[in-house]
């Protein structure tokens, strides 16, 4: 079934430059495995097609159940040559939980319930 | 040596909650106070009133409230470090030495100055003897701007802030030292951690993080289970209570709002992180993969495990210049059709400043209420949005151009879709841009110095 990531995880965005980085958290610790097979640079790069125009890193962090994510080339230049409303790349954390992921029926029962 | 030190954030930026620094030091034990005042383009702000005016050029508002919490500070024995200081460090110092004067602290008062940070005057020697500075986002040659730079400063480590508390200082000022040696420094004077001791100047390096950004870490802007964070209009800003043996526990003082577990502390954990394996400063080489959080009852999360590795050889440097203008317009249009009116708007607009012939380096339309923040992310606007505000801004070099811009707004509202307001501020202000350009340099090439004023 799908899941927005919502359910799954909390998360904090902020920016470097013209990059957003987006802090992912699993809610429970049980939540962490899933964000690591399903939440793959790849994703959400695609994700956030015409809104992410460069590379997207993931670095992994299994200590506090979260992964990183380097959103390059994603805010119209960055700091103040930016025109943007969302200039510091604060609301690419609710953006990300957004993302619909796909888990097999019976996970999503036995860790969403 | 105390067992525990406590240190409080009072600034989570310049123009944080004013009362926030006098809440730390009256409401509960701390011994220090770290205050963060310089974003990433302040010091060009600042390098903009020391040229009209040679007494200024640092954070104002910091002599004000060491008026305010001075008297009490000096009582409980609560130490100070603030890079309050900006492109005029020794200024600041002054006027603090003037308050603790008028406030009868003659004789009691040490001021640590750290200075070194300032590299404005050395560009052209720097460049020409083959330190390129070189953009760390772009990779290119701080040449290519060389004649628009407006400021440059190193950003300076713990180490000059132990000096001058190792002399003494119950006040120490900096210009451009980072967020994290404001924490770090209290930690080493106090616990005489070694300068290789990596694992613990890491360790306080990632407590500094944590506070760094004030209550971002005890209950604001937290995403988790934000509807239930109590009495946020009473929110505590955060205090590292660090051990000598390099752990720490983030809380808050008794008696305030907001919240400190392990969610609010993992959020502000992965804020602005690059790679977590490096998080790079002049005092060590911090990896956040190692960190362990816990639980350490109500309002109290208890933080160990932290391994570093030795400082790299150069220093990050923030250098600022002078790169165009801006401005934004907005209007806002109302039901029915409300994106379909703001929509139709912007072509006109678009339109109408073609036949202007202007050229913008760029041009960017955004629909608040419809998808400012999550772009297509958002899907299709509903026809029934109560409201949307259109919102243009051009960026280029030609002031000229964007004034122009600035009087077709307005316009819009008698020669365009109906159901239009939201005019009342005026005509949008022309912005002088001045950019953020970051760079590196060989550690050799900085010498920082620590003086002391007494009161």
Not at chain 1, 77 to 90: E, I, R, V
Not at chain 2, 353 to 381: C, M, W, Y
């Amino acid at each position: 079934m799908k899941v927005p990531l919502i359910k799954l995880a909390h998360a904090r965005s902020g920016d470097k430059g013209d990059t957003a980085n987006v802090g992912l958290i699993a809610l429970r610790e049980d939540l962490y495995p899933i964000l690591v097979r399903e939440v793959t640079a790849v994703r959400v790069k695609e994700h956030f097609k015409g809104i992410c125009n460069g590379e997207v890193e993931r670095f992994e962090l299994p200590n506090l159940g979260a992964l990183n994510f380097l959103l390059h080339e994603s805010l119209g230049g960055g700091g103040t040559l930016s025109l943007m409303t969302d200039a510091q790349g604060k609301t690419f954390s609710t953006a990300l939980l957004r993302m619909q992921i796909e888990i097999p029926d019976e996970e999503a029962r036995s860790l969403l319930t | 040596m105390k067992e525990k030190i406590r240190i409080a954030a009072g600034q989570g930026f310049w123009g944080d909650l004013p009362d926030a620094p006098v809440r730390q030091v009256e409401g509960g034990p701390i011994d220090y106070l770290m205050l963060d005042y310089l974003a990433e383009v302040t010091m060009s702000i600042m390098q903009k009133q020391k040229a009209r005016d040679p007494s200024a050029g640092y954070a104002r508002d910091f002599v004000p409230l060491m008026r305010r919490i001075f008297p009490v500070c000096v009582e409980r024995g609560i130490k100070v470090t603030a890079n309050a200081g900006g492109v005029n460090v020794l200024g600041c110092a002054e006027a603090v030495r003037e308050v603790a004067r008028e406030l009868g602290l003659a004789g009691k008062i040490k001021i640590g100055i750290v200075t070194g940070d300032d590299i404005l005057d050395r560009i052209d020697d720097l460049l020409a003897r083959g330190i390129e500075l070189r953009n760390m986002d772009t990779d290119e040659p701080l040449s290519t701007v060389r004649d628009r730079i407006q400021s440059a400063n190193a950003y300076l480590g713990a180490a000059p802030i132990v000096e001058g508390l190792n002399r003494g200082a119950h006040v120490v000022i900096t210009g451009r030292a980072t967020d994290t040696g404001l924490t770090l420094a209290p930690l080493v004077h106090e616990f005489g951690w070694a300068e290789d001791d990596w694992n613990r100047l890491a360790a306080g390096t990632i407590a500094g993080h944590i506070i760094e950004c004030g209550a971002q870490c005890s209950g604001g802007n937290c995403q988790f289970n934000w509807q239930d964070i109590p009495d946020m209009a009473n929110v505590g800003f955060p205090i590292a209570e660090a051990s000598a043996d390099g752990t720490f526990v983030i809380t808050k003082h008794d008696g305030t709002g907001g919240r400190v577990n392990l969610p609010s502390v993992k959020e502000q954990l992965v804020y602005e992180m690059g790679d977590p394996n490096e998080y790079i400063t002049p005092d060590c080489v911090a990896d956040f993969t190692t960190i362990q959080l816990a639980d350490d009852g109500p309002d109290r999360v208890r933080v160990f495990g932290i391994k570093g590795r030795p400082a790299t050889d150069s220093l990050k440097v923030s250098i600022s210049y002078s790169a165009g203008f801006k401005a934004v317009g907005t209007l806002v249009y109302s039901w029915p059709d409300a994106y379909a009116k703001a929509e139709a708007a912007d072509k006109i607009l678009r339109a109408r400043l073609d036949r202007l012939g202007l050229r913008f380096d760029q041009i960017l339309t955004e629909f608040v209420g419809a998808n400012a923040t999550h772009g297509s992310l958002t899907g299709k606007p509903s026809p029934d949005l109560a409201e949307v505000q259109l919102r243009v801004g051009v960026r280029g070099d030609d002031r000229k151009a964007i004034e122009r811009f600035t009087k077709e707004i307005a316009p819009l509202i008698l020669t365009g879709p109906p159901g239009v307001t939201g005019f009342a501020g005026g005509r949008p202000k022309v912005e002088e841009i001045v950019a953020y350009w970051p760079a590196l340099i060989p550690k050799n090439e900085i010498t920082e110095q620590v003086e002391i004023i007494e009161a």
